[in-house]
């Protein structure tokens, strides 16, 4: 950067980071990760510069001064998918700019970068999923037992990401309508149904939750033993304890049930564009990503089951 792309007042990040939060309604985790980018990414540029970061013009940046944070970021051997999440950060903001604050073009706009290979989400089989939820050895009048059967059949039966489980209120739950409204990404509301069995075991926890915090209902709908909301770390570990020993799969997150819930739904039968809806994805293509899951499955199966492909497989082994 030239002696000419100083600017001792510039706010620009801090309003825009503003601006996804409050505005745009970006979840605090995907603020705080924008943040971070945005310092980063001003941190490297003043130090090739030699100034203080503050001095920055962001306005001036050019497309070669931002080539040079992303070969920095590839020698120090930063993952071609992490350099895209954080190059998608970079293009927002100056998205923003050109939108707000008179930028003629996006600088971010024009470095082209490696096509990084998709990776597919992390899913648990079905016949898995049928053992790690049945809740032969739950105690029905152990509070905290009936909670986590209860919160792993709900990731499972709705698809629900784990903040809108944590965030879920208990007016969100209709037993009479066999419906939960779910508040996702950006404030966006959609209702899931949901059946008699989940229903039961609804009715079951609540009764329960009743006992034992003391009250008929709480705000939250999910509940610590004391009523305090439940929080991420302590779903986490809750998935991870029931999966445990029952699954194979490499991920045994919350997110890897959401996968599941719509790997299964797509194999099942279900129309891509309802498993869409359910989900809460704003675009199909992001549910798509779960046709190639169940085209792989497809595949697995034939492999193991076709005679030709045994044949085939097992003449291969004897070269």
Known sequence: MTQGRFNTENNNVA???GYISHELNYSARTVKSYE????????FTATEAGIDRREIDVRLVTADDIRLWTA????RGITPQ?????MSALRSFYS??????????????DVILAIV??????FIMEREMMTALSDDGTDPCDFTAVRDMLILTMLYETGMRASELTGLEDADVDLARGEIRITGKRNKERVVPFGPGLARSIEQYRALRAETVGTSATDTFFVRPDGRPIYYGLLNRIVHKHLDGNVSAAKRSPHALRHSFATDMLNNGADITAVQRLL?????????????ITYRELQNNY?????RAQKTNSHEHQH
């Open 117 to 122: 290979p998709k990776r597919l989400p992390s």
């Open 303 to 307: 492999k193991l089951a076709h005679p």
């Open 36 to 43: 971070t980018i945005l310092n980063e990414w001003l941190e």
């Open 15 to 17: 309003r825009f980071i």
């Open 82 to 86: 992490t350099v895209k999440w954080k």
């Open 96 to 109: 923003y700019m050109c939108r707000y604050h008179g930028m003629t073009s996006n600088p971010a706009a």
């Open 72 to 75: 920095d970021m590839a020698s």
């Open 280 to 292: 809460g994805h704003s675009s199909l293509a992001t549910t798509q990503i779960y046709t190639h």
